[in-house]
Antibody, heavy 117, light 107 residues
Framework: DVQLQESGPGLVKPSQSLSLTCSVT?????????WNWIRQFPGNKLEWMGY???????NYNPSLKNRISITRDTSKNQFFLKLNSVTTEDTATYYC??????????WGQGTTLTVSS | DIQMNQSPSSLSASLGDTITITCHAS??????LSWYQQKPGNIPKLLIY???NLHTGVPSRFSGSGSGTGFTLTISSLQPEDIATYYC?????????FGGGTKLEIK
Protein backbone atom coordinates (compact mmCIF):
# COMPACT_ATOMS: atom_id res chain seq x y z
CA ASP A 1 0.00 0.00 0.00
CA VAL A 2 0.99 3.58 -0.54
CA GLN A 3 1.90 5.37 2.65
CA LEU A 4 2.35 9.10 3.00
CA GLN A 5 3.79 11.05 5.90
CA GLU A 6 3.84 14.81 6.23
CA SER A 7 6.43 16.77 8.14
CA GLY A 8 6.82 20.45 8.80
CA PRO A 9 7.77 23.19 11.28
CA GLY A 10 4.49 23.39 13.18
CA LEU A 11 4.71 27.15 13.61
CA VAL A 12 5.44 29.89 11.09
CA LYS A 13 5.37 33.65 11.49
CA PRO A 14 3.14 35.82 9.34
CA SER A 15 4.67 36.95 6.03
CA GLN A 16 7.15 34.06 6.08
CA SER A 17 7.08 31.00 3.84
CA LEU A 18 5.93 27.59 4.93
CA SER A 19 7.60 24.46 3.67
CA LEU A 20 6.18 20.98 4.15
CA THR A 21 7.47 17.59 3.10
CA CYS A 22 5.51 14.50 2.16
CA SER A 23 7.51 11.30 2.34
CA VAL A 24 6.10 8.42 0.31
CA THR A 25 6.70 4.73 0.84
CA UNK A 26 5.31 1.73 -0.97
CA UNK A 27 5.13 3.41 -4.36
CA UNK A 28 7.40 5.49 -6.54
CA UNK A 29 6.13 9.01 -7.12
CA UNK A 30 7.34 8.71 -10.73
CA UNK A 31 5.34 5.56 -11.45
CA UNK A 32 1.87 7.05 -11.45
CA UNK A 33 -0.69 9.05 -9.50
CA UNK A 34 -0.99 12.74 -8.89
CA TRP A 35 0.54 13.85 -5.59
CA ASN A 36 -1.55 16.42 -3.81
CA TRP A 37 -1.69 18.82 -0.94
CA ILE A 38 -5.01 19.38 0.77
CA ARG A 39 -5.61 21.45 3.86
CA GLN A 40 -8.31 21.46 6.50
CA PHE A 41 -9.03 24.68 8.29
CA PRO A 42 -10.22 25.04 11.87
CA GLY A 43 -13.94 24.45 11.50
CA ASN A 44 -13.12 21.53 9.16
CA LYS A 45 -13.46 23.05 5.70
CA LEU A 46 -11.31 21.14 3.20
CA GLU A 47 -9.40 22.88 0.41
CA TRP A 48 -7.49 21.24 -2.42
CA MET A 49 -4.27 23.17 -2.93
CA GLY A 50 -2.56 21.52 -5.87
CA TYR A 51 -0.56 18.60 -7.13
CA UNK A 52 2.59 17.46 -8.80
CA UNK A 53 2.04 14.58 -11.15
CA UNK A 54 4.14 11.47 -11.71
CA UNK A 55 5.67 13.21 -14.74
CA UNK A 56 6.47 16.38 -12.83
CA UNK A 57 3.72 18.66 -14.09
CA UNK A 58 1.74 20.87 -11.70
CA ASN A 59 -1.77 22.09 -11.20
CA TYR A 60 -2.65 24.62 -8.51
CA ASN A 61 -5.79 26.02 -7.00
CA PRO A 62 -6.18 29.54 -8.45
CA SER A 63 -7.24 30.75 -5.00
CA LEU A 64 -3.61 30.43 -3.97
CA LYS A 65 -2.52 32.58 -6.89
CA ASN A 66 1.25 32.83 -7.11
CA ARG A 67 1.96 31.85 -3.51
CA ILE A 68 2.18 28.10 -4.01
CA SER A 69 4.82 25.81 -5.36
CA ILE A 70 4.86 22.00 -5.29
CA THR A 71 8.12 20.29 -6.15
CA ARG A 72 9.66 16.87 -5.66
CA ASP A 73 12.84 14.94 -5.00
CA THR A 74 12.53 11.68 -6.88
CA SER A 75 15.71 10.27 -5.33
CA LYS A 76 14.10 10.51 -1.89
CA ASN A 77 10.56 9.75 -3.09
CA GLN A 78 9.34 12.96 -1.51
CA PHE A 79 7.34 15.93 -2.63
CA PHE A 80 7.12 19.35 -1.11
CA LEU A 81 4.77 22.25 -0.55
CA LYS A 82 5.97 25.81 -0.35
CA LEU A 83 3.50 28.58 0.40
CA ASN A 84 4.75 32.13 0.45
CA SER A 85 3.58 35.18 2.39
CA VAL A 86 1.52 33.23 4.91
CA THR A 87 -1.11 34.84 7.10
CA THR A 88 -3.14 33.57 10.00
CA GLU A 89 -5.67 32.41 7.40
CA ASP A 90 -3.20 29.69 6.43
CA THR A 91 -3.45 28.05 9.85
CA ALA A 92 -4.68 24.54 9.08
CA THR A 93 -3.90 20.85 9.10
CA TYR A 94 -2.06 20.01 5.89
CA TYR A 95 -2.48 16.62 4.26
CA CYS A 96 -0.68 15.04 1.37
CA UNK A 97 -2.79 12.65 -0.65
CA UNK A 98 -2.82 10.67 -3.88
CA UNK A 99 -5.26 11.52 -6.61
CA UNK A 100 -6.39 8.58 -8.69
CA UNK A 101 -8.53 9.78 -11.53
CA UNK A 102 -10.58 12.36 -9.71
CA UNK A 103 -10.71 11.12 -6.15
CA UNK A 104 -8.25 10.99 -3.28
CA UNK A 105 -7.57 7.44 -2.20
CA UNK A 106 -4.52 7.59 0.09
CA TRP A 107 -3.98 10.29 2.70
CA GLY A 108 -1.17 11.07 5.09
CA GLN A 109 -1.80 11.58 8.79
CA GLY A 110 -1.62 15.34 8.43
CA THR A 111 0.59 17.99 9.96
CA THR A 112 -0.75 20.94 11.86
CA LEU A 113 0.56 24.34 10.94
CA THR A 114 -0.06 27.46 12.99
CA VAL A 115 0.71 30.91 11.66
CA SER A 116 1.37 33.24 14.53
CA SER A 117 3.82 35.89 15.58
CA ASP B 1 -15.29 27.06 -8.99
CA ILE B 2 -17.99 24.44 -8.51
CA GLN B 3 -19.69 24.89 -5.15
CA MET B 4 -20.71 21.79 -3.22
CA ASN B 5 -23.52 22.14 -0.71
CA GLN B 6 -24.18 19.40 1.78
CA SER B 7 -27.22 18.95 3.94
CA PRO B 8 -27.85 18.58 6.71
CA SER B 9 -24.76 20.02 8.39
CA SER B 10 -25.41 17.76 11.36
CA LEU B 11 -27.54 14.73 11.96
CA SER B 12 -28.48 12.68 14.99
CA ALA B 13 -29.78 9.16 14.49
CA SER B 14 -30.23 5.91 16.40
CA LEU B 15 -28.30 2.69 15.98
CA GLY B 16 -29.89 0.60 13.28
CA ASP B 17 -31.41 3.60 11.50
CA THR B 18 -30.99 4.38 7.82
CA ILE B 19 -29.77 7.89 7.15
CA THR B 20 -29.28 9.94 4.01
CA ILE B 21 -26.91 12.83 3.38
CA THR B 22 -27.39 15.06 0.37
CA CYS B 23 -24.80 16.86 -1.72
CA HIS B 24 -25.75 19.42 -4.35
CA ALA B 25 -23.34 20.74 -6.96
CA SER B 26 -23.64 24.26 -8.37
CA UNK B 27 -23.26 22.85 -11.90
CA UNK B 28 -23.39 19.54 -13.68
CA UNK B 29 -20.66 17.21 -12.46
CA UNK B 30 -21.98 14.07 -14.20
CA UNK B 31 -21.03 11.22 -11.85
CA UNK B 32 -17.73 12.66 -10.67
CA LEU B 33 -18.63 12.74 -7.01
CA SER B 34 -16.80 11.11 -4.14
CA TRP B 35 -17.67 10.69 -0.48
CA TYR B 36 -15.24 10.66 2.42
CA GLN B 37 -15.59 9.71 6.07
CA GLN B 38 -13.57 11.45 8.75
CA LYS B 39 -13.84 9.97 12.21
CA PRO B 40 -13.02 12.22 15.19
CA GLY B 41 -9.29 12.84 15.37
CA ASN B 42 -8.65 10.87 12.23
CA ILE B 43 -7.94 11.50 8.55
CA PRO B 44 -10.52 11.57 5.75
CA LYS B 45 -11.00 8.18 4.15
CA LEU B 46 -12.52 7.46 0.76
CA LEU B 47 -15.87 5.72 0.93
CA ILE B 48 -17.41 6.07 -2.51
CA TYR B 49 -16.14 7.25 -5.87
CA UNK B 50 -17.86 7.98 -9.16
CA UNK B 51 -21.10 8.59 -7.26
CA UNK B 52 -21.93 4.97 -6.47
CA ASN B 53 -18.80 2.82 -6.40
CA LEU B 54 -17.72 1.50 -3.01
CA HIS B 55 -14.02 1.83 -2.27
CA THR B 56 -12.19 -1.33 -1.27
CA GLY B 57 -13.08 -2.51 2.21
CA VAL B 58 -16.06 -0.19 2.71
CA PRO B 59 -19.03 -2.01 4.25
CA SER B 60 -22.00 -2.61 1.99
CA ARG B 61 -24.30 -0.65 4.31
CA PHE B 62 -22.84 2.44 2.64
CA SER B 63 -24.25 3.37 -0.74
CA GLY B 64 -24.18 6.35 -3.04
CA SER B 65 -26.38 7.53 -5.85
CA GLY B 66 -27.04 10.47 -8.09
CA SER B 67 -25.79 12.25 -11.18
CA GLY B 68 -25.70 15.74 -12.58
CA THR B 69 -26.12 18.06 -9.63
CA GLY B 70 -27.79 15.96 -6.93
CA PHE B 71 -26.23 13.14 -4.97
CA THR B 72 -26.95 11.12 -1.84
CA LEU B 73 -24.97 9.04 0.59
CA THR B 74 -27.04 6.46 2.42
CA ILE B 75 -25.95 4.53 5.48
CA SER B 76 -28.23 1.69 6.41
CA SER B 77 -28.30 -0.09 9.75
CA LEU B 78 -26.27 2.60 11.49
CA GLN B 79 -23.38 1.30 13.60
CA PRO B 80 -21.46 3.00 16.43
CA GLU B 81 -18.34 3.14 14.27
CA ASP B 82 -20.19 5.30 11.73
CA ILE B 83 -19.87 8.33 14.01
CA ALA B 84 -17.96 10.72 11.77
CA THR B 85 -18.15 13.73 9.56
CA TYR B 86 -18.92 12.99 5.93
CA TYR B 87 -17.75 15.09 2.99
CA CYS B 88 -18.56 15.09 -0.68
CA UNK B 89 -16.04 16.16 -3.31
CA UNK B 90 -16.49 16.94 -6.99
CA UNK B 91 -14.04 15.64 -9.57
CA UNK B 92 -15.60 17.22 -12.64
CA UNK B 93 -13.29 20.19 -12.98
CA UNK B 94 -10.42 21.94 -11.29
CA UNK B 95 -10.13 23.16 -8.69
CA UNK B 96 -11.51 20.10 -6.94
CA UNK B 97 -13.90 21.26 -4.22
CA PHE B 98 -15.44 19.72 -1.15
CA GLY B 99 -18.75 20.08 0.60
CA GLY B 100 -18.84 21.61 4.05
CA GLY B 101 -19.42 18.30 5.78
CA THR B 102 -22.19 16.51 7.64
CA LYS B 103 -21.52 15.58 11.24
CA LEU B 104 -23.26 12.36 12.19
CA GLU B 105 -23.97 11.64 15.83
CA ILE B 106 -25.66 8.72 17.49
CA LYS B 107 -28.65 9.43 19.71
Amino acid sequence: DVQLQESGPGLVKPSQSLSLTCSVTGYSITSGYYWNWIRQFPGNKLEWMGYISYDGSNNYNPSLKNRISITRDTSKNQFFLKLNSVTTEDTATYYCATLYGNYFDYWGQGTTLTVSS
Amino acid sequence: DIQMNQSPSSLSASLGDTITITCHASQNINVWLSWYQQKPGNIPKLLIYKASNLHTGVPSRFSGSGSGTGFTLTISSLQPEDIATYYCQQGQSYPWTFGGGTKLEIK
